[in-house]
């Protein structure tokens, strides 16, 4: 789905990169979070990034238990930190 994300806007496909984003947008767990930030990034979707804090902090006692928590970049987890706050 991200591929079609990048793809869509040089072909003019629109619905498709908004139906791509719907997908990702419901399928953000525990086991993917860290990959769809990543993903967020590369196709710059600010909505999906959104989201996937969104996610985050509503999951917080979850994914901090997890070992790939821990590979947050340090500028990731102060953002995580301050939307838990103003949450």
Do not use: C, Q
């Amino acid at each position: 789905a991200a591929d079609l994300l990048l793809l869509a806007p040089r072909y003019d496909l629109n619905d498709l990169a908004t139906g791509a984003e719907d997908f990702l947008n419901k399928i953000i767990s525990a086991d993917n979070y860290l990959k769809m930030i990543e993903t967020s990034e590369r196709i710059s979707s600010k909505s999906l990034r959104k989201k996937v804090f969104a996610f985050m902090v509503r999951n917080m006692k979850i994914i901090s238990k997890r070992e790939d928590f821990e590979e947050l970049p340090r500028p990731l987890l102060m953002e995580l930190l301050d939307n838990a706050i103003t949450a």
